[in-house]
């Protein structure tokens, strides 16, 4: 049977907070193990949660981000359960009155080709809340080893709607989530360093029909490709089990990288009795609509919506966008570099997309990836400079290029590296210019001849001539016309 | 007559040291040869380490010495209820749970104190993390009451309640989450203060039931009390139930005369059936006391009193079973030996780690909020909780203080309810509506019983009228002298 | 309110070992306490709002300023068992 998988995702996302969610021990990822502790974070008796205000802040702003309703009031909650990695053997929690309601992730489909925008689409959010992470667990032969330092650190718990539809929107949605955490800059969103971690909730259904199937949960998936994997694996699975005539358990499942497949996880039939109850040790959280106000004017242009104006304002075609704008320091960028020079926004704008975003990847370290933009020698405004000096003739194309190496290797402004090397255009009624198309002419009998011929192309040995002999300083246009001239 | 100077107050030997009669070297050693020679019956301590103290001591005469000592507290022991921190000392909660237990920190309570130049002296016993009645609940000693070592001293603060009774230590500090300062102090005849909810930082005090659970004093006069809490309150950032509150001059306090007349309200439920002859005269004795003095005495009801207990023993084992969860065998504490599996290090280590009363208080709580009875057992009693705080708000229209016994019965025998469970539950009759509201509360001694053990009087105030209670409290003890009257040992 | 009480369950959520006899004095003694508190059964709580503080306050926060952690031997110190400075436990088995 032809079926339709119907996905929600729950989506854990660690807040860039200096300390974590209830004590000030610091977070920074990669320290020695136990070595960001405190007594709250080892749950030592005696020991008092205290809520930290950015990670509200935070997660307000995230849920501006995502279209949420910021609750009026919102409280903290205990879900009890027990694990190694758990400190409390409770998790702080909020339950029945999360921080966020409702809300909406925007989606792009892939379009028909790489050039064409695809559709857009939102995903509907159930709530996001915050809670706090748990330690780290590590296997080694009999033994499992706990490292507490991840212990405690702010998590928002994004919940989706089945509201996915497939293994392309499911990428989609936590591409799109990440661009807008990240623009925001309220997570890193880094999966390979577990700020970012997803559960799956896969159903299927016959295509047409509307009611919910039977869903599994599939538990930590900590890459994308683990995301598309699994949830593509589930669903032939479920597919093949319900062609078969057989029944979905519902059941959480674990995502088995090495075998590529899930498997059901040693459930007790406790798991689900949470005992959540309000935490006597917190106090709820009342925030304003005029707090919720000011947290907003804090908020970044959400990804898509830059996009949309990237290309209505500044006419910039869709391929450039969708490099410029998922990155959200990069759409900075351009702007502030706009700000400068606004006569070129599509100068500028492919400046950036091409030759600084290759420069940045081949100057990254090879396990950290590209060099972020903010670290980047050249800064907007010495970028503008540099395009400015290209249109206005002062400089040509091909000294540009060596100018912009040089501004990328030590950040010097472009004017100042033009006049160090004397790269200043020759001007257009220099008769020395003439002379050099003259001997160059001289020296390309044949081009000559064939462009006589009606070759138009041939002339170009005779201009790359004229080039190679005034290192690139040469204006095109004078040299087309000059040697327009000689030969009329 | 001159006391020992085991038997002295905080007020004077802190005036002593200031006029350098004595030294804190010498109060120190006086304490530690007290303990020496008296413990032995009484079993108050679980640890104490003479040597720390003397060092201790040492260093504060050093300060005094050199005019530069922290409070006119500098340089006098206190005893320290053994499910409060102090760094580098041992936590037991007298669990085996916790028996190797060292806390790596300080309690904001004994931060405070500290910072007073106050010795903490010894860990004194308790029910195992608090939960009883009597002390008999200790994994480690039972504890005896000074007056007769027949008796339980009462509980949970058993062994701070004893301590100060035995004069091993001047004052000391003790938790009550449902009468665990006020009922020990009662049977033991010395002043128990349980303050304000959040008065004092819990901090570092390890949970039973958080919403309910306070630190307070408990020494031999209300002087000493008030001293004490002055040292106390305090805003603590790591505590988000502590209140930002000024405190007044509770000593100053004392002296003063009140501008009005004094209305004591007599909660009618509080004087019902169960309350024993012994109780009933001492606390009739007091009404008339504060009668002789003018004050305006008001029968007031408290008409869901009645359900405190019923309410308490929900709520308690609830935030207590999600306390407790932390005490795994993973982090710290008791690991079964023969686990091979965390899920049987869990099982194990707390079937093993925890006591009778523990594993049913944790049982009862994990219960009541498991799916589907959390609506009719916890959020039902959180319900009546708010009707129970609204009767002592009623009331408080009314009166001033409220004027009580601290429990049923004088002191019983060791072993006498151990094995009756809501018997033993009832001692906290009189003393549960006040942490369920959050009031402040004190018992004082009230007199004898005619086998002569020490009774006390309960008085209850208003939210955050500290200064009021103490003085009303220092009213009637200072009429009488049972505060000079000690047990012999 | 009155119902019998699977102890075996209630123990595992708990994850407290009871022994046979400690089963049955707590089922017995719990089903005591239960039948105690059904008084409140009898009182109209309609309309009443629940008691989570005794001083209900709300937005106690705390700054994102760090402070000095634990050194890796404090946050040990009381382990029964470490390993390169970590907890050491038994291998543990997934379990949802
Ligand atoms: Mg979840
Ligand atoms: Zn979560």
Not at chain 2, 266 to 273: A, I, R, S, T
Request: proline share 6%; aromatic share 6%; with cysteine.
């Amino acid at each position: 049977m032809n079926y339709e998988p119907v996905i929600g995702l729950e989506v854990h996302v660690q807040i860039n907070t200096r300390t974590k969610a209830f004590t000030r021990a610091p977070y920074v990822f990669g320290a020695e193990p136990n070595t960001l502790a405190d007594p709250v974070v080892m749950a030592l008796p005696g020991a008092l949660p205290v809520l930290n205000k950015e990670a509200v802040r935070q997660a307000v702003r995230a849920g501006l981000m995502l279209e949420c309703k910021i609750a009026e009031r919102c409280k903290w909650d205990r879900k009890n359960y027990f694990y190694p990695d758990s400190p409390k053997n409770y998790q702080i929690s909020q339950y029945d009155q999360p921080i966020c309601i409702g809300g909406a992730v925007e989606i792009e489909l892939p379009g028909p080709s790489r050039n064409v925008m695809g559709a857009h689409r939102k995903v509907k959010l159930t709530r996001i809340h915050l809670e706090e992470d748990v330690g780290k667990l590590s296997h080694f032969g009999n033994a499992s080893l706990v490292d507490f330092n991840r212990a405690g650190v702010a998590l928002l718990e994004i919940v989706s709607e089945p509201d996915l539809y497939s293994i392309e929107e499911v990428f989609a949605y936590l591409n799109s989530l990440r661009q807008s955490l990240t623009a925001a800059g309220i997570s890193d969103c880094d999966m390979e360093k577990g700020q970012m971690r997803c559960d799956a909730n896969v159903s299927l259904r016959p295509k047409g029909t509307t009611t919910l199937g039977t869903r599994c949960e599939i538990k930590n998936l900590n890459s994308i490709s683990g995301v598309r994997n699994a949830v593509q694996y589930e669903i032939k699975r479920q597919a093949r089990a319900l062609d078969k005539g057989e029944k979905i358990i519902q059941q959480t499942r674990r995502w088995d990288a090495e075998q590529g497949v899930t498997q059901p996880m040693r459930t007790k039939e406790d798991a689900h009795d949470y005992r959540y109850f309000p935490d006597p040790d917190l106090m709820p959280v009342v925030i304003a609509p005029e707090q919720v106000e000011k947290i907003a004017k804090t908020l970044p242009e959400r990804p898509f919506d830059r996009q949309r104006r990237f290309m209505q304002q500044y006419d910039l075609p869709y391929t450039v966008t969708s490099v410029l704008c998922p990155t959200c320091a990069l759409g900075d960028y351009f702007e502030q570099a706009l700000e400068v020079y606004p006569k070129n926004p599509k100068g500028i704008a492919n400046l950036i997309a091409n030759d600084l975003l290759r420069e940045l990847a081949a100057a990254g370290r090879p396990d950290e990836g590209a060099l972020p933009v903010c670290q980047c020698k050249i800064k907007p405004a010495q970028l503008a400079e540099l395009v400015k000096l290209t249109d206005d003739a002062v400089i040509t194309r091909q000294s540009a290029k060596e100018v912009f190496a040089e501004m990328f290797a030590a950040g010097d402004d472009p004017m100042a590296i033009v006049e160090r090397k004397a790269l200043k255009q020759e001007k257009q009624d220099d008769g020395a210019l003439e002379q050099i198309v003259r001997d160059a002419l001289e020296a390309n009998p044949k081009a000559v001849e064939q462009y006589k011929a009606g070759n138009e192309k041939a002339i170009n040995a005779v201009k790359g001539a004229v080039m190679k002999a005034t290192q690139g300083r040469a204006n095109p246009q004078t040299v087309a016309e000059l040697i327009g001239k000689l030969l009329s | 007559m001159s006391q020992p100077i085991y038997y002295k107050t905080l007020a004077e030997l802190s005036r002593e040291l200031e006029e350098k009669k004595v030294s804190s070297t010498e109060i120190a050693q006086a304490f530690i040869d007290r303990t020496q020679a008296t413990d032995g019956k009484v079993n108050a301590f679980l640890h104490h380490d003479a040597h720390d103290l003397l060092a201790q001591a040492k260093r504060s005469d050093e300060r005094r010495a050199t005019g530069q000592a922290l409070s006119p507290l500098d340089g006098l022991p206190i005893g320290i209820k053994d499910a409060i921190c102090v760094a580098g000392q041992p936590l037991t909660c007298a669990s085996k749970m916790l028996e190797n237990y060292v806390s790596p920190y300080d309690a904001g309570a004994v931060e405070r104190l500290k910072a007073a130049g106050m010795l903490p002296w010894g860990r004194l016993n308790l029910d195992e993390f608090a939960m009883g009645s009597s002390t008999e609940n200790s994994a480690f000693k039972t504890t005896c009451n000074p007056w007769n070592l027949e008796r339980i001293p009462g509980g949970s603060s058993g062994g701070s309640a004893a301590a100060c009774a035995a004069g091993q230590a001047i004052a000391t500090l003790g938790s009550d989450t449902g009468g665990s300062i006020r009922q020990p102090a009662s049977h033991c005849g010395v002043v128990g203060m349980k303050p304000t909810y959040g008065l004092v930082s819990r901090y570092g005090l390890a949970a039973f039931a958080s919403s309910l659970d306070q630190i307070g004093p408990m020494t031999r006069t209300v002087e000493d009390a008030a001293l004490l809490l002055q040292q106390l309150v305090w805003h603590d950032r790591r505590d988000s139930t502590s209140l930002n509150h000024a405190a007044p001059d509770y000593r100053g306090a004392l002296s003063q005369k009140r501008e009005t007349p004094l209305r004591v309200g007599l909660p009618k439920e509080y004087f019902g059936e169960g309350l024993s002859d012994d109780v009933r005269k001492v606390v009739d004795n007091a009404i008339g006391f504060y009668k002789s003095q003018g004050a305006q005495m008001v029968e007031i009801s408290l008409p869901h009193s009645s359900l405190g207990l019923a309410v308490y023993y929900i709520i308690a084992p609830a935030e207590a079973s999600s306390n407790l969860a932390r005490f795994d065998g993973i982090r710290y504490g008791h690991r079964a030996a023969k686990a091979d599996d965390p899920v049987e290090i869990y099982y194990d280590s707390r079937a093993e780690g925890f006591g009778p009363e523990v594993k049913r208080r944790v049982i009862l709580g994990t219960y009541v909020l498991s799916s589907g009875y959390y609506d009719a057992y916890y959020l039902r009693a959180q319900k009546v909780r708010s009707l129970i705080r609204q009767d002592f708000s009623d009331a408080f229209e009314k009166v001033d203080v409220i004027l009580s016994p601290v429990t049923p019965t004088p002191a019983f025998k060791r072993g006498e309810k151990i094995n009756n469970l809501l018997e033993m539950y009832l001692c906290d009759l009189y003393t549960i509506g006040v942490n369920l509201a959050g009031l402040p509360g004190i018992s004082v001694p009230g007199g004898f019983s005619k086998d002569g053990l020490p009774v006390g009087i309960q008085l209850i105030g208003k939210p955050l009228a500290e200064a009021e209670l103490l003085q009303t409290a220092h009213l009637f003890e200072q009429a009488h002298d049972f505060y000079n009257q000690h047990p012999a040992l | 309110m009155s119902e019998s009480i699977d102890i075996d369950h209630v123990a595992q959520l708990a994850r407290i070992r009871l022994s046979p006899e400690e089963k049955t004095a707590y089922a017995a003694q719990l089903g005591d306490i239960l039948n105690f508190v059904r008084q409140l059964e009898s009182v109209d709580v309609t309309g009443v709002e629940p008691t989570s503080h005794a001083f209900p306050v709300v937005n106690v926060l705390d700054d994102d300023e760090p402070s000095e952690p634990f050194t890796q031997a404090q946050a040990l110190m009381n382990a029964p068992l470490a390993r390169n400075g970590q907890i050491e436990v038994p291998k543990v088995v997934d379990e949802a």
